[in-house]
C-alpha cells in the first residue's frame, strides 16, 4: 500500500510551472531546430495543463469558507469538467465575475489553447497529396503549425500563463501593487519577474 503524501495546494501550482520553466529553458538551449521545436511543443501543450492544474488548486482554497461554492466545486471535480467549463462558470460563480476571454491576458491564452489543440487534434487535417501522374500520398496531416514552433513559441506560452494566473488574481480582487506577491506565493515567479509580464510597476 502506498503511503500518501501530502502538499499544500501551491507546492503542486509551484511544480507544474517549474516544469513549464523547465521546457522553455530547453527550448532556448536546444542545439538543432527540431530539439527546438519540439520542447517548444511540449511547452506548449504543458503551459495549458498549468493553468488548468492551478485553476483547480485555487478555486479549491478559494471556496474553502464558503459551504455551498464548496460543495459545487466538489461536484465539478468528481465530474472531471472540462477546461472550457471551467473557465466560462467558476468564475461567475465564485467569483461573482466573467471572465471575458475576448479581451487581454483571457484572449491570449485562449489563443494559447487553440494552438495546443492544432498540435494534438488531426480529426479533420488529413490530405492527399499528388506527387506525380499516378502517384498519390494519403492521409497526410497538417503539421503546419508544429512546424512554425520555435524557442519564441515555448517563451510566449510561459508569458501566457503568467498574465492568465495575474488576470485571475484581479478578476478575484487581489490589490495590482500585490499581484506580484500573490504570483509568487502560487506559481514560483519571482515578484520582478511577475511585476514585468504584468505590467506591474
Known sequence: ?????????????????????????????????????????????????????????????????????????LRDL??????????????????SKPLNMTEGAAAAFASLKELRNSLVHFTSSYETVQTGPTVSLHGLADITAYHALSKESAIAAQHAVVQF????????????????????AWIGVPPAYASVLTNVS
Not at 488548468?52 to 485555487?58: P, T
Not at 468528481?78 to 467569483?95: D, F, M, N, V
Open 165 to 184: 494566473v495575474a488576470e485571475i488574481f484581479r478578476l478575484s480582487g487581489v490589490a495590482e501593487e500585490t499581484i506580484p506577491r500573490a504570483m509568487h
Open 78 to 95: 468528481k465530474a472531471r469538467k472540462g477546461l472550457e467549463y471551467k473557465l466560462k462558470a467558476w468564475p461567475s460563480r465564485y467569483l
Open 1 to 73: 500500500m502506498v503511503t500518501p503524501v501530502y502538499g499544500s495546494a501551491n507546492k503542486m501550482a509551484w511544480e507544474y510551472f517549474a516544469a513549464l520553466r523547465h521546457l522553455v529553458d530547453g527550448s532556448i538551449a536546444a542545439t538543432d531546430k527540431d530539439e527546438e521545436r519540439r520542447t517548444a511543443m511540449l511547452a506548449v501543450v504543458h503551459a495549458v495543463t498549468v493553468v488548468e492544474a492551478f485553476l483547480n488548486l485555487w478555486f479549491r482554497v478559494k471556496v474553502e469558507g464558503t459551504p455551498e461554492h464548496r460543495m459545487s466545486f
